[in-house]
């Protein structure tokens, strides 16, 4: 594992060293950052609640294909008024009506997902009382069973099987995903303040350095060794130092502001955030990766959702082409008597039979033209998706190599950062022995601040392309597995 320079080991947040008490400060890892945006933070819930929504929504959709049974009722129907009736003659009267009519209607049907259609049957019960003339009225339909058939229209629920179980397939899949740019969010948040926290550091260690090489320098001015334009030279380093250590302080509390934010963080006290390692025992490969992204991202699933939904759009516009028919029948029986039980004795059959048709005579190519551009649509999705795969492989190769990149740039800016210490180190006792300019201890100082800041730039680089490679193929290489997550209760 390529060693960490031991001048950032420990970097404090939010005050200047010694004023943290031990107690008061949370100590994070870059996992526990993840972790806690995972599961803290206000993505994280909307993502529940997506896949939540989704899950519901495959729920219903499945009950479309189950039996559906229905109760329905007027109890009662009471109604007194006055009715107009036409007389013999044309003229109206107003009559008085006094009468309750109730009913009760039990029913069920079953959709016909092969063919479209729908299958059906009822029991139903009517009462009439007619409280003018204290007459009772039973009318009954013991049972009854139908069936409707559209003819040479769309098949919605053919199409909805076909669509539905790839939303559903999508919706997890995504939420995986969801939760895994949390990840990449979060470790973007999480270094953000770590550079700002090496910034802090560096600041005002490069303050008290500088204040040391002043009384130094007044010391060696008093005894005519250098001049007075170095003595403002280093005068002015001070003032440079001080800005930037303000400036560090107030970069570090806004990007302390933002993890909190963003990770649910908001009631956490102070922060040292600890630096990830720099190398990761895992190996990846261009094929191994290509191959986990297609079998695992939401994005190929979305693929084909978006044709089938385009070829489904074809089929609707071409069943709303033309001729439109639909055949009912129905057969039962049904009964009417003045008293309950006599209603369903002896009942008397009934049959219904009808075929209905629309045939569109005149529509000027309307028809036509909605079937040409649904057709027109499905090419673009086409391809669409077969650029957005291209993206998608790119993306993939692009972090592959990055990572790979990455392994050996942590290691290299390690080594530079290193040596920049050691090299600033040797030229500040060197300008205390006299025998090295103010000019070149600046260059020395800033090649040492801009060391540290490279590694933490390649460290960021290198997590970054880890949790993206995650991202992408929802593939967890380390423990070499699919990334799950547990979901939503069922209840």
Not at 48 to 70: C, D, F, G, M
Not at 301 to 326: F, P, Q, T
Not at 341 to 347: H, L, Q, S, T
Request: net charge positive; proline share 3%.
């Amino acid at each position: 594992m390529t060693r960490i320079p031991s001048a950032i080991i420990t970097i404090l947040i939010i005050a200047a060293p010694g004023a943290i008490r031990a107690q008061d400060t949370m100590r994070l890892t870059l996992t526990e950052v993840v972790d806690m945006a995972r599961a803290g933070s206000i993505a994280a819930k909307q993502a529940v609640t997506i896949r939540k929504t989704k899950y519901w929504e495959w729920r219903t959709h499945r009950s479309n294909y189950q039996p559906q049974l229905a109760l329905e009722g007027t109890l009662p129907g009471f109604q007194k008024t006055f009715n107009p009736v036409t007389q013999p003659n044309g003229t109206i009267k107003f009559e008085p009506v006094h009468y309750n009519n109730s009913s009760l209607n039990l029913s069920f049907s079953q959709g016909i997902t092969a063919t479209g259609g729908r299958i059906y049957g009822a029991t139903q019960l009517q009462r009439f009382d007619d409280f003018d003339r204290k007459a009772t009225l039973y009318n009954a339909i013991p049972y009854t069973v139908g069936y409707s058939q559209p003819l040479f229209q769309f098949n919605q629920m053919k199409w909805d099987k076909r669509i539905a179980p790839l939303k559903y397939a999508e919706s997890k899949q995504q939420f995986i995903a969801d939760m895994e740019l949390i990840a990449v969010n979060a470790s973007g948040l999480f270094f953000d303040l770590l550079i700002a926290q090496v910034n802090h550091q560096i600041a005002l260690t490069n303050l008290e350095n500088t204040r040391q090489i002043q009384r130094i320098a007044d010391e060696k001015f008093q005894l005519g060794k250098i001049s007075r334009n170095e003595i403002l030279q280093l005068q002015l380093e001070y003032l440079k130092a001080e800005k930037s250590a303000g400036t560090a302080r107030r970069d570090m509390e806004i990007a302390a502001m933002n993890l909190r934010a963003y990770a649910g963080m908001q009631h956490t006290g102070k922060i040292q955030l600890q630096l990830p390692p720099a190398a990761i025992a895992m190996e990846v490969s261009m094929d191994r990766v290509l191959e986990e992204a297609n079998a695992n991202n939401a994005q190929l699933l979305s693929s084909e959702r978006r044709i089938r939904e385009a070829r489904r759009d074809v089929a609707k516009a071409k069943g709303e082409n033309g001729l439109n028919a639909a055949l009912n029948a129905n057969l039962g029986y049904s009964n009417s008597a003045a008293d309950l039980g006599k209603v369903y004795r002896n009942p008397q059959n009934q049959q219904l039979v009808e075929l209905t048709f629309t045939i569109p005579v005149l529509d000027w190519g309307r028809q036509r033209s909605r079937t040409k551009t649904a057709e027109a649509n499905l090419e673009f999705t086409q391809y669409a998706v077969e650029q957005d795969k291209q993206n998608f492989t790119q993306s993939v190769a692009t972090q592959v190599t990055l990572y790979d990149m990455m392994k050996d740039q942590v290691k290299l800016s390690a080594n530079a950062d290193s040596i920049a210490s050691e090299k600033y180190e040797i030229a500040r006792q060197r300008y205390v022995l006299g025998n090295l300019s103010i000019t070149d201890l600046s260059i020395a100082f800033q090649e040492k601040d801009q060391a540290k800041r490279d590694y933490i730039l390649a460290l960021r680089d290198f997590w970054s392309a880890y949790y993206e490679l995650r991202y992408l193929s929802l593939y967890d290489f380390e423990l070499n597995k699919k990334i799950t997550y547990d979901t939503i209760a069922s209840n």
